[in-house]
C-alpha cells in the first residue's frame, strides 16, 4: 500500500476544509429508513436549497470541498452550479444519505449519482459517516474517483488504494504506536480511541472541543501538515426550528448533541487564523511535486 512521505516541505501547510453537505435531517439514524425522495425532500423543506447562500457568504473568498448528497442535487439544481461558480470543489458524499459500508449497496449509489457526477466531473468521494471497506475502492476506481476521503488516520497521511488516493479525515495519536496497516473501515468507533487515536477532524470533536481545537490545528500545521476537518451545513445555518425537531433524538441518544451545535464562529475564527484550502487542490500539488521529485 504506497504511502506518500509527508510533510513536502514545497508544500505550504494549510487546513483542508471540507463540507459534506447533506439534509438538515442525516445526522438523525431513524431516517435512514426513509427512501422516498419526494418525502426527504419535505423532511429538508428547503432548507438544503437556502442554507447554501448563507454558507458561501460565510466562506467569503476562501474556497473550501463541499461533498454533495446527489438528492440534493436532483432536489435544487442550482445547489451545485452555486458551489462550483464560487470556485469550490464539488465531491460526491453519497446519493442517499444512509451507511454505505455494504459496497452492493455502495455500487447501486455510486450508479444513481452518475448523471450529475459527470455534469460536474466530480474526481472526491467521502464516504457517509465516514464508512467504507477496502472492497470499495475498485468500485471508485471504476466510477472514475480519483481520491476518497473516507477513513480517520493521522494528520499528514496519504495512501494510495487500488489506483484511488486516500486523504483521510485527521487523528491525533494520544498513546501507543501505530502497529497495523490503515486499511478501511476506520471509522469514529470504540475501536479508534482504543487504540490511541482521537478524530478531531470530525464535526462531532470540533463541538466537543471548542477553542482547543485551534491548538491541535496550530501544532499540525507548524509540523508542516495539513489536517482534513469536516462541518455540515446545519452546523453553519440553523434550521427552522431545528433544536425542537431533533430534540426526540437528543433525548434518546444525547452523543448526537455535538452536531447541533452552532459552530459558524468557529468557521469564522478557523478562516481567520489559518490558510485553507480544498482537499483536491492540496493533493494535486503534492502529487505534482512528488512526480517532479522523482523525474
Not at 470556485?87 to 455500487?107: A, F, K, T, Y
Not at 450529475?116 to 472526491?124: A, D, E, L, S, T
Not at 473516507?150 to 502497529?179: C, M, N, Q
Amino acid at each position: 500500500m504506497p504511502t506518500l512521505t509527508l510533510p513536502v516541505p514545497s508544500v505550504p501547510p494549510r487546513v483542508l476544509l471540507s463540507i459534506d453537505y447533506e439534509p438538515w435531517f442525516a445526522f438523525i439514524r431513524r431516517h435512514d429508513a426513509v427512501t422516498a425522495s419526494e418525502t426527504r425532500r419535505e423532511l429538508d423543506g428547503g432548507f438544503s436549497r437556502s442554507a447554501i447562500v448563507s454558507i458561501l457568504e460565510q466562506l467569503g473568498d476562501v474556497k473550501a470541498s463541499f461533498y454533495l448528497v446527489g438528492e440534493v442535487a436532483e432536489w435544487y439544481p442550482q445547489v451545485p452550479r452555486l458551489i462550483v461558480s464560487a470556485g469550490h470543489e464539488l465531491g460526491l458524499h453519497c446519493q442517499i444519505h444512509r451507511p454505505l459500508v455494504n459496497v452492493l449497496e455502495l455500487e447501486k449509489d455510486i450508479r444513481a449519482s452518475a448523471g450529475w457526477r459527470n455534469q460536474f466531473n466530480i474526481r472526491g468521494y467521502r464516504a457517509p459517516m465516514v464508512g467504507i471497506s477496502e472492497d470499495a475502492y475498485p468500485l471508485l476506481k471504476n466510477a472514475g474517483f480519483f481520491y476518497s476521503s473516507s477513513i480517520y488516520a493521522p494528520a499528514g497521511t496519504i495512501l494510495e488504494k487500488d489506483e484511488v488516493w486516500e486523504l483521510p479525515v485527521s487523528t491525533r495519536r494520544i498513546f501507543g504506536h501505530r502497529r497495523q496497516p490503515l486499511l478501511a473501515p476506520r471509522d469514529f468507533s470504540m475501536r479508534l480511541l482504543l487504540n490511541g487515536e482521537m478524530p478531531y477532524g470530525s464535526s462531532f470533536s470540533i463541538g466537543m472541543l471548542g477553542d482547543v481545537m485551534f491548538r491541535i490545528l496550530e501544532h499540525d500545521l507548524k509540523a508542516g501538515l495539513s489536517p482534513v476537518i469536516i462541518l455540515h451545513p446545519y452546523e453553519l445555518v440553523r434550521p427552522d426550528n431545528f433544536l425542537r425537531r431533533a430534540l426526540p433524538d437528543l433525548v434518546m441518544h444525547p452523543q448526537l448533541l455535538p452536531f447541533v451545535l452552532d459552530k459558524s464562529k468557529f468557521l469564522k475564527k478557523l478562516l481567520r487564523a489559518f490558510p485553507v484550502s480544498p482537499l483536491g487542490i492540496y493533493l494535486d500539488e503534492v502529487l505534482s511535486l512528488q512526480a517532479n521529485a522523482h523525474a
